[in-house]
């Protein structure tokens, strides 16, 4: 089994900046993608950024210039920076990994339990 935990949200002014993070545990042979998608009540979840083992990433417009994600390989660890925040981005982070178990698997879907990022005006 594979454990997501994430730390780092909380609460912050409009214009402020927050670092969430993600370590991922257990069975890991490799890790293949790590992202962060968010969701607020009534809506779905959504893709915030999303990074691959081989240096790509790729983000929702709304954040673009603003967000940066970062994943460390070695630590199976993704961080979320975000800056310029404001109260749009107020929602429930989620960390999600595909996870190589083994030696030529196929690569395993895991969400994390959210953390609550709140953006005041």
């Known amino acids: 089994q594979v454990q997501l935990v994430e730390s780092g949200g909380g609460l912050a002014q409009a214009g402020g900046s927050l670092r969430p993070s993600c370590v991922a545990s257990g069975t890991i042979f490799s890790i293949d993608t790590m992202a962060w998608y968010r969701q607020v009540p009534g809506k779905q979840r959504e893709l915030v950024a999303g990074a691959n083992s081989r240096g790509r990433s790729n983000y929702a417009d709304d954040v673009q210039g603003r967000f940066a994600i970062s994943i460390d390989t070695t630590k199976n660890s993704a961080f979320l920076q975000m800056n310029s925040l404001n109260p749009e981005d107020t929602a429930v982070y989620y960390c999600?990994?595909?996870?190589?178990?083994?030696?030529?698997?196929?690569?395993?879907?895991?969400w994390g339990q959210g953390t609550q990022v709140t953006v005041s005006a």
């Open positions: 999600n990994v595909n996870v190589i178990k083994r030696p030529g698997g196929y690569p395993r879907n895991y």
